[in-house]
């Protein structure tokens, strides 16, 4: 497996001093699953290379009793894919770097510098989406090529393999630390046996930058090999005041308040919300539906209990809102029949999906609000252009009736995660608009007892695809 880093930092070269490598040599280490090599293709002081190459003895590993490696067959992926036996190397190769110390530049080790980081050969479990769900928020532009299975046998279809390519402007110590952490994420596994030390693993190398990422609770979950109370740790210590969050999966506190205020006998206003999504949907006479954002399953839930939808898919973004809608519906003990109606998918709502195609209707409850607005753009293509399900049901906060929460203050959302919340006019300029780019009519409906001037705590809109 090949790891190159490029700059273009002048003197380029001086990447040397941080990865304390000299550009004119060779270099070899032992590892106790190998050896590392690493060497300079290209030293200039415009644009300058450092290769890292690794080589895996898994022959070694199988028959050797003092290092005691999982590696299941002698023939395997291990010496030629990406994996934690390089997020090893990194640590024991460029230790120093991986640190941010360099006692001849240490000025250096604080300056952003260009970085092109590429990795020849690269499992993903999950594919380009992941790969850009993961890096994209640290701010990395990222470029992925798959790998057909077999060019012999193109039948076969595409590899779970990828080589892909990073460019940031950062730290040097802050490209490693990522590529140390998500390498393994990305692969899904690790050689060797976990424990409690690799929390600390984690939340020393995840420090300022893992507790504001997007799929922390993924990563977390996958550099621990889905050991759930490792996991739960972690995202405890990573971020204490989400601790019960992290473990029961509840809603906000703040949120919950505000959805608690608005009542209409005992049915709360998402009760209220769900029971109009459900009834839109079943009036559009639709057999095959979509909750884009589906949370915990509580919109599923109801859906399920209708005998019209005869497929039923829920997508999100986080592994751990799955988890609990599997909960929440009793996965395991559901009956055949049933579960063969539903299918839970992982995936992000701002990439192009083929799976969310040619489904009938697709409801999006309380979930435009979290995107960044410079993303809805993208989502707008994902859901309208691509997946063009003949209706569509999106609701989302008013943002006029906040002033009738007493515990709600000003200038805050209901949810801490809100990256905006819409006035009712602003909701209809952007349905209309979208309406009319992608060949959609739209109809709008307040959700929730009306007030007055502010209207009500949600609203509602209905797009139904025109028929040419």
């Known amino acids: 497996m090949l790891l190159t880093i490029t700059t273009t ?5 001086d990447i040397g001093f941080l990865l304390h490598k000299n550009p004119a040599n060779v270099q070899s280490f032992s590892l106790s699953f190998g050896r590392a090599h690493v060497f300079y ?3 200039s002081s415009e644009r300058c290379t450092a290769a890292l190459l690794l080589d895996v003895d898994t022959v070694s590993l199988v028959r050797s009793r003092e290092h005691a490696l999982a590696v299941d067959q002698y023939v395997n992926d291990r010496p030629y894919a990406a994996s934690s036996f ?5 640590a024991e190769v460029f230790g ?15 300056q952003p510098l260009p970085l092109a980081a590429k990795i020849t050969v690269v499992p993903c479990r999950g594919g380009e989406t992941l790969l850009k769900q993961l890096f994209e928020p640290l701010g990395y532009a990222v470029t992925a090529t798959q ?16 080589s892909i390519a990073l460019q940031n402007t950062c730290r040097l110590c802050e490209l490693l630390t990522h590529l140390y952490v998500l390498i393994p994420v990305l692969d899904d596994d690790k050689h060797y046996w976990i424990g409690e030390d690799e929390v600390e693993k984690l939340l020393r190398h995840g420090n300022g930058w893992l507790e504001t990422h997007p799929e922390r609770e993924l990563i977390a979950q996958r550099y621990l090999k889905h050991k759930r109370n490792l996991t739960r740790d972690a995202l405890a210590r990573l971020i204490p005041e989400e601790a019960e969050e992290a473990i029961e999966g509840d809603e906000t506190a703040v949120e919950k308040v505000c959805e608690d205020e608005v009542t209409e006998g005992q049915r709360s206003l998402h009760e209220q919300r769900l029971d109009a999504v459900t009834r839109v949907l079943l009036a559009s006479r639709a057999r095959r539906v ?15 209990k209708q005998r019209q939808f005869e497929q039923i898919v829920g997508v999100d973004v986080s592994y751990r809102a799955l988890e609990l809608a599997q909960r929440r519906l009793h996965f395991e003990q559901m009956a055949a029949m049933q579960k063969e109606r539903i299918t839970l998918i992982h995936g992000a709502l701002t990439y192009r999906d083929k799976r969310l195609e040619g489904y009938d209707a697709a409801a999006v409850v309380e979930v435009i609000e979290h995107l960044d607005p410079a993303q809805l753009s993208a989502f707008e293509r994902v859901l309208f252009e691509f997946a063009q399900p003949a209706t569509v049901v999106i609701t989302t906060p008013n943002a006029e009736y906040n002033v009738k929460f007493e515990r709600l203050h000003a200038g805050t959302f209901h949810h801490k995660d809100h990256r905006f919340e819409w006035t009712r006019a602003e909701f209809e300029h952007w349905a209309r608009r979208v309406a009319d780019r992608f060949g959609y009519s739209v109809a709008f409906s307040p959700l929730g007892p009306e007030d007055g001037v502010p209207g009500a705590p949600s609203q509602m809109g209905v797009f139904t695809k025109n028929v040419e």
């Open 9 to 13: 930092y002048r003197p380029a070269t």
């Open 41 to 43: 293709p290209e030293a």
């Open 86 to 90: 390089l997020s090893v190397a990194i």
């Open 96 to 110: 120093t770097a991986l640190q941010g110390r360099c006692t001849k530049r240490p000025a250096l080790v604080e």
């Open 147 to 162: 790998h057909i299975l077999d060019e012999q046998h193109p039948e076969w279809g595409m590899s779970p393999y990828y």
């Open 290 to 304: 979509l909750d884009l954002g589906c949370g915990e399953g509580r919109l599923l839930r109801l859906l399920l």
